[in-house]
């Protein structure tokens, strides 16, 4: 099992930053790609940027050039830096863990980013 522990969050008016930190615990040497979800209300949960051991990113078409994520394979921790934010960057900001071998995925228990104008 893994746990994900989240920090960071808050409210911000728009073009402002925010930084989101996740801390993995538990069967760490089995995870594969962590990095960061989020659901606004009303929409689907989608991704916003996610980091394989090796650097490969994955990233939302909406938050590129303004989003960076950067992982400590060491201690385990990803974190995401939020620049010039927008109101619908609000929403609800889950940090996930992946386990490919074992098909499975791990949430952390979500932090709302709240962005007003």
């Known amino acids: 099992q893994v746990q994900l522990v989240e920090s960071g969050g808050g409210e911000v008016q728009a073009g402002g930053s925010l930084r989101l930190s996740c801390a993995a615990s538990g069967s760490i040497s089995r995870i594969d790609a962590m990095g960061w979800y989020r659901q606004a209300p009303g929409k689907q949960r989608e991704v916003v940027l996610t980091i394989t051991p090796d650097n490969f990113t994955v990233q939302a078409y909406s938050t590129k050039g303004r989003f960076a994520i950067s992982r400590d394979n060491v201690n385990n921790i990803v974190h995401l830096q939020m620049n010039s934010l927008k109101p619908e960057d609000t929403a609800v900001y889950y940090c996930?863990?992946?386990?490919?071998?074992?098909?499975?995925?791990?949430w952390g228990q979500g932090t709302q980013v709240t962005v007003y104008s």
């Open positions: 996930y863990a992946e386990n490919k071998r074992a098909s499975m995925d791990y």
